[in-house]
Structure formats: C-alpha cells, structure tokens
C-alpha cells in the first residue's frame, strides 16, 4: 500500500503525489517558494521515474496557459506558482475555471509585492476563491501529498471537472521536513481513473467549440453549469476521501473541516495552513489549565464548508477568525476568511460573537504566546471587532 515513509518537504510530498498520478505535461517558471516542486519533479524525468513532458516557460501566463491547452487535449497537467507569479497568470488561471479544465496547481502561499516579501500570505490562492477554482489548503506535508491526490480524483471526475488549487504555507510548509507516507503507484491507479474529458477533448476527431463568443446569448446559461458543478464539488469530494480511505487506509474524520476540543468549547479559533499547528498545541495547553477553548482548521476552501461550521459552532459563544491575509477597506475591516465565517453563521440558529485576529503577514511568526492573547481577548469579552496581532506600535 506505501512505497516509502521518510521525512520530506511540503514540496517534495506534492511532487511524489505528482509522480504517482502519471501526469502527462507539467509547466513551470521559478518563483519562491514553490520552485521544490518543479525541481524534484525535474530530477524524477532525468532519474526515468516519471514518463511526462517537462516544459521550461518564459513566465508564469504562458506557464498556465499550457496547463490549461495540455488538459483541453486530454493530457493530466500540473503547474504552480507563488505570490506575483499567481497574479501574473490570472488571465489564464480565470480562463482554465470557466473552461472547467481540470488543471491542478500548487500554490505557495507568499506576500504580495510591494514592498518585496517571500514570506508566507494567504492573498494569492484566495484572489480565485470565486472564480471556479476548488481550493484545499495543507497544514501538514502530509496532507499536502493527499490533497494532490485527492485533487485529481475530484477535479477530473465528470460531475466536476474543475481545476483545483493546493495551497501551502511559503516557507512554513514549502521548505520544513515532515514524515510523509507515500503511497504504491498500484494504489494510486486504483484509486485515481485514467485522466479522461470524455467528448469535451480537443481533438481533430471530436470537433468541437472551446471559448467561443456567446455574449448575452449564452453566458448566463454557462455560469449557471459552472455554478452546479460547484455545488456538486461537495459530494464528490465526500466519496473521494471514502475511496482514499478504502484504498490507502488514510482517514480523515471530515474531508472538510478539523476539530479539536470543539463539541464543550466556549471559544473557538478557526484558521488554516500551518498556524494550525502551533494554536492546536496552546489549545492543548490551555485545556490543562481548566479553559473550554477549541480549535478549527479549515481544510478546504471552496466549496467552502458552511454546514460543517454551522454544524461546530452551534454551541460556542465566541469564534476568533486568524486571518494570514487582508482586505483593505472590507466591510468592518474585517479580513477574507472572517467574511467568509460570518457569512455561513448568518444562516444558523447560534450567532457567536465574531473577532477577526489578522496576524503573520509576509512571513512573521505566529507565536504560542500569540495564540494564548487571541484566546484571551475572545474570553474576556472583546472591545474591537479587529485585533493587528505581533504588530510594532
């Protein structure tokens, strides 16, 4: 069932799950920090352990544009980028959700320049949040290499056929080691299908109309479809994470959230990515010392997972959102992820009180003792509907 288990890269787990689905075309132009991937896929073509065409880019546009054709064929593609590099390709990025080709990309989360940064935010995989893109985000390098595995299973099944976006922490994640389990390629093909678009191939025996000019005649009918597949995203990223259990023997309670100590919680913190680690260990911490404190890890993105959270939070008083990203100018200048929350709350019988904690922007730590002052501003009562958190006054 497993080939390996040593420690490696958040990278080097995507490109061993990379390897593992037999892509087809991979597409890539150097950016830090999600650059590991492209290299260790590099040395996989050059050591024979990977049969795919390895196209060298002049930038990151033309890097997902071939991704998007390679997939439009029927060739499995894989690309990637990080901060700058994601913008500069949006073009193409927004053409390959509303083409709903199943490209899957690996995005390592880094600031948005200026001022230059490589270190770790979450704006440049959320900017596509509503385009069409699915997005799973990775706490673990683990979970980075079953996300990609299960990203292909759902992006290419034929009630979906969406692209899908891994996120993982730049720096954080990208380039620490974790002990990674890596599957048998035999299990992997039984869990993954032939990659196959079915009579939607660009092919001179299947003529057919990819992007055409369809105005007011056509559009709305279209976004409609993309808005169903979207909708059906949830099912079949439910049987996914059945089948991957079933073949791999890897279990996850739930395919979209991650509990701790959230059923008695009074307070909750909900945030995603690798600040999971450090405020499940405070959680812990504080649980010792009597405090009915919980945490909530966000797994994946979109479909966002409103019922889960409805369904967590129905008992809990007060929820701190960390948000590794901003939105200058939001309504209550409030970050994405909070809006997001609130939104879902809107809808349940429970209406918490709802802080948003914006922290660890271009690449600052998230502390323990951070962690510790949002739980404690969530318990005393909180006086700000925003806390800057670690920032110098």
């Known amino acids: 069932m497993f080939e390996m288990e040593e420690l490696m890269t958040g990278t080097d787990a995507v490109a061993h799950a990379v390897r593992l689905v037999d892509v087809d075309v991979f597409a890539a132009y150097p950016i830090r920090p999600y650059t590991g991937v492209m290299d260790r896929l590099a040395r996989f073509v050059a050591n024979g352990q990977l049969d ?23 060739a499995r593609a894989f690309v990637g980028s990080s901060g700058t590099g994601w913008l500069y390709a949006m073009e193409a990025i927004g053409v390959t959700a ?88 035999e299990a992997v093909k039984k869990f993954l299908p032939p990659y196959s678009l079915g009579d939607r191939v660009l092919h001179p025996d299947n003529p057919i109309s990819i992007a055409p000019q369809a105005n007011e005649d056509w559009v709305m009918e279209i976004r409609r479809q993309n808005y ?50 450090v405020a499940r260990s405070v959680v812990r911490e504080m649980r010792n010392e009597g405090k009915r404190v919980g945490y909530l890890k966000l797994r994946w993105y979109r479909p966002f997972p409103s019922e889960e959270i409805r369904k967590s939070l129905k008992n809990v008083r007060s929820v701190g959102i960390l948000d590794r990203n901003f939105a200058m100018g939001a309504p209550d200048n409030q970050a994405i992820t909070s809006h997001d929350i609130k939104s879902s709350l809107y809808e349940s019988t429970n209406h918490p009180i709802v802080t948003d904690f914006i922290a660890g922007l271009g690449g600052r730590e998230i502390s323990r003792k951070e962690i510790r002052k949002m739980f404690n501003l969530m318990e005393s009562g909180r006086t700000e509907k925003v806390y800057w958190i670690g920032v110098r006054e």
């Open 98 to 185: 509303t083409d709903r080709l199943p490209v899957v990309a690996l995005v390592g989360n880094r600031a948005l320049d200026d001022p230059g940064a490589f270190g770790v935010e979450h704006n440049d995989a959320l900017l596509v949040r509503d385009l069409g893109w699915l997005i799973a985000w990775a706490s673990t390098a683990q979970e980075a290499l079953d996300n990609t595995l299960i990203a292909y299973r759902v992006g290419e099944d034929p009630r979906v056929r969406m692209p899908v976006a891994i996120a993982m922490d730049g720096g954080y994640l990208t380039h620490s080691e974790h002990l990674v389990k890596v599957p048998s390629k």
């Open 52 to 74: 795919a065409e390895y196209i060298i880019a002049d930038g990151e546009h033309s890097q997902f544009e071939i991704g998007k054709h390679a997939s439009s064929v029927g």
């Open 228 to 277: 169903e597949a979207a909708k059906r995203s949830r099912g079949v990223i439910i049987d996914a994470y059945r089948e991957y259990e079933s073949v791999l023997g890897i279990h996850y309670d739930n395919p979209f959230i991650e509990e701790l100590d959230v059923e008695d919680a009074d307070v909750v913190l909900i945030g995603m990515g690798s600040a999971s680690v």
